[in-house]
């Protein structure tokens, strides 16, 4: 290798004291790309090798750092191995000591070369010493060598050959990165730098494979189910729409926005324990814990009742925080640890009507009256009671109802998980329905799953009748009407409701869909709860749908090549000023030299 161009000498040392990443500083980045690039082509080391074996498959960090964790200190292991990951640092100590600090799979080890011990396999020092200038952080390299132990006590693999660059990193890789705003448009430089950033997304991955364990391990069987269909149904949302030009449907399609009746449908097929986790879609705001894009958990357990889901739920919410708290306290430190006190058995519960009444201090008027809503508006401005939404003339009885479960009854779920059940008809319009018995009331077979103030699951018996759940899709689509007429924008162009009555699904009902408990969860609020996290963002791999749209583009403006090109001339031309002084000062002393000598002589 060639000596190193002077731009990244002269740029390194000031490489961390600006912002490395961000719009602000597109020129720079570029000028960074092309210093480097100019330093790796001057070295013959821009090159993207394919990986070769002849040694050996290459060793996982974790399983070389398990396998030899009990190496004595001072000696060497016999097997030699391949390991590769991504450099974290580079020191050097002297011209002939170098370490390494690589990372891989979120696993460190310490790589040791010692020219010493290199030059008896043919390593000159000059092509160790450009090898130890030319490292970089972020770059990934491989090297092959034994397992041994410092003085220190630090493994670390020796290398018994020179190490070779496999991918060099022509962008700088920050030490830190805390501007939110850089860091969501820069993800992968986020994971790659705040270590809670990828754990929060590992503990995501290893919980989706939990709940697939838990459900298997009980008999259910995982099927996929359609994301487009001629219309969406499942949930009370507004779908987005596509057009399918290209196929021989040629019409507006919906993306789903639950699963649920398609699941349904497969029970009726006589698939009694069914889940699927797969993505869901909801044309709809974004805030902290919504985001239009998410992935659902949703299984269908026939001859199961609401007391099953209630016992099936508490045992799957245990067993998981169970399963987060051990990976946070083995392998994703950097998360809050889990207080298991929380989840103890049985969790708190509250039928919805008795409760609130409770809490309001009156009874609540026949809510499935048509004046109901009126009435209830009634009764709360008597008593002088205010929630959220109360003076807005388009509320409905269903969302004025949820504001009042979520100021009075929901806070008690902040110190213990909390099932409210039994909710009134109106908030539930695809469950079983009965008349309670305490207040008279026509309530819904459901309950909701609240730990720490927010809504974790939803669980239904399922109306299994075919014209009591055509009847429900039409009132819903009446309350729809209603709220649409108060709160344009809920319709289409052609003033049809973005939601409508299944009648394929009431159809399928007609062969008979047995008494059946439904269950759904949003896996994003599952880990927004065991990882600690206030925002779904974070538990998404890119983002919320506001920053993958927003996503800085790659194309590099004019501008900033010219400032680029600007910066990289300026360091060319001291650094040739610095080449001319060096070769006038070696002139300088070979005359001096020359002098000396013929004096002597």
Not at 29 to 55: C, D, T, V, W
Not at 399 to 422: G, M, R, V
Not at 448 to 456: V, Y
Request: charged share 25%; with cysteine.
């Amino acid at each position: 290798m060639n000596s190193s161009t002077p731009c990244l000498q002269f740029l390194r040392p000031y490489a961390w004291k600006w912002k490395p990443v961000g719009a602000r500083n597109t020129a720079y980045l570029r000028f960074y790309h092309l210093a480097r690039q100019h330093e790796l082509i001057q070295s013959n080391a821009l090159k993207y090798p394919r990986i070769r074996h002849e040694g050996g498959a290459p060793m996982r960090i974790p399983t070389f750092r398990e396998k030899f964790k009990d190496v004595e200190m001072g000696k060497h292991a016999d097997e030699e191995v391949i390991i590769h990951g991504r450099v974290q640092s580079v020191r050097r100590a002297g011209n002939k000591l170098m370490f390494l600090d690589l990372k891989g799979e979120f696993e460190h080890v310490q790589g040791l070369c010692n020219f010493n011990k290199l030059q008896v396999t043919g390593v000159e020092l000059g092509e160790f010493k450009a090898l130890a200038k030319l490292l970089n952080r972020g770059d990934i390299v491989s090297i092959t060598g034994r397992a041994t132990k410092t003085p220190t006590g630090e493994l670390s693999i020796e290398a018994t050959r020179l190490p070779e660059l496999l991918t060099p990193a022509l962008a700088p890789l920050p030490f830190k990165l805390e501007d939110e705003e850089v860091r969501i448009q820069h993800r992968h430089i986020d994971m790659l730098v705040n270590r809670k950033t990828i754990d929060t997304l590992r503990l995501r991955s290893h919980l989706i494979k939990y709940l697939r364990d838990f459900f298997h391990e009980r008999g259910f069987l995982e099927f996929q189910t359609p994301i487009l269909a001629e219309n969406a149904s499942g949930a009370t949302a507004r779908p987005f729409t596509v057009t399918a030009s290209e196929t021989s449907v040629n019409k507006n399609l919906a993306m789903r926005i639950a699963p649920e009746l398609w699941l349904k449908r497969l029970v009726v097929g006589g698939v009694d324990k069914v889940f699927e986790l797969g993505p869901a879609f909801r044309n709809e705001g974004i805030d902290q814990t919504h985001n239009p894009e998410f992935s659902m958990c949703e299984f269908y357990n026939a001859y199961a009742n609401l007391d099953d889901l209630i016992t099936l739920t508490e045992e799957l919410i245990c067993g998981a925080a169970s399963h987060c708290r051990d990976l946070i306290a083995t392998k994703l430190d950097s998360l809050p640890a889990i207080d298991m006190s929380q989840y103890q058995r049985p969790f708190q519960q509250l039928e919805f009507i008795p409760a609130l009444e409770s809490a309001l201090g009156f009874k609540l008027p026949d809510l499935s009256a048509s004046s109901s809503r009126e009435d209830l508006l009634a009764l709360l401005k008597q008593h002088k009671i205010e929630v959220p939404g109360l003076n807005k003339p388009d509320i409905t009885l269903a969302k004025l109802l949820d504001n009042l479960a979520s100021e009075f009854l929901e806070p008690y779920s902040l110190t213990k998980p909390l099932f409210i059940t039994h909710h009134p008809v109106c908030m539930s319009p695809l469950s079983k329905s009965f008349v309670c018995p305490k207040t008279g009331q026509h309530v819904s077979a459901r309950t909701e799953l609240f730990i720490n103030g927010k809504e974790l699951a939803n669980m239904y018996e399922e109306e299994n009748d075919p014209a009591s759940q055509r009847q429900k899709f039409v009132d819903q689509l009446n309350a729809a009407k209603r709220e649409a007429s108060l709160a344009p924008g809920v319709y289409n162009d052609e003033g049809e409701s973005a939601m409508e009555v299944d009648e394929s699904y009431v159809q399928a009902l007609e062969s008979g869909l047995p008494p059946t408990g439904g269950w759904g969860c949003g896996i994003e609020r599952m880990v927004m709860l065991f990882s600690g996290t206030k925002r779904i963002s974070d538990c998404l791999s890119f983002g919320n749908l506001r920053h993958v749209t927003n996503v800085p583009g790659a194309v590099r403006t004019g501008e900033d090549e010219e400032k680029a090109r600007e910066m990289m001339d300026e360091v060319e031309k001291k650094g040739a000023r610095e080449r001319k002084r060096e070769k006038g000062k070696e002139k300088e002393k070979e005359k001096e030299d020359m002098g000396v000598s013929d004096g002597e002589a």
